[in-house]
């Protein structure tokens, strides 16, 4: 099999030597988003359900809680419905049940606010 990655090997390809500084790119989360105050409602009485399926095409795999009127709708990598919901409504920010963090489709940034984020 040709190629790189796991599976394979470019021709040329060497091991780093043992003193080569190694730099890892993670995701930064903004900790201020001026979209909390008006995107972020209280959790509703009934509470929520981590396993509720999209309420627009039913997948269950990967779904993002709408912080506003707590409708889930299922990520980009899925059918996009929770990007279509914001397109629509102007929600902004919504919550992964997969690791429970938080997405400012305004900000184009992961938040980070903990004072701010579920009341």
């Known amino acids: 099999m040709e190629g ?4 394979g090997s470019h021709a040329g390809d060497q091991p780093l ?6 730099r890892f790119y ?9 979209h909390l105050t008006d995107n972020v409602q209280p959790i ?6 981590a396993s509720d399926p999209c309420g627009s095409c039913g997948d269950t795999r990967e779904n ?12 980009r990598h899925v059918n996009g419905d929770a990007q279509r919901h914001r ?6 920010l919504v919550l992964s049940y997969a690791d ?3 997405w400012c489709f305004a ?5 980070n606010n903990p004072a701010r984020m579920l009341n």
């Open 4 to 7: 790189g990655g796991p599976s």
């Open 17 to 22: 030597p043992a003193s080569a500084p190694i």
């Open 87 to 92: 397109d629509r409504e102007g929600h902004e």
């Open 44 to 49: 509703p009485p009934a509470g929520l359900c």
């Open 26 to 34: 993670g995701v930064v989360p903004r900790t201020v988003c001026d």
């Open 64 to 75: 993002w809680l709408c912080l506003k009127c707590y409708q889930v709708h299922c990520s």
């Open 107 to 111: 900000c184009d940034s992961y938040i």
């Open 100 to 102: 429970l963090s938080v």
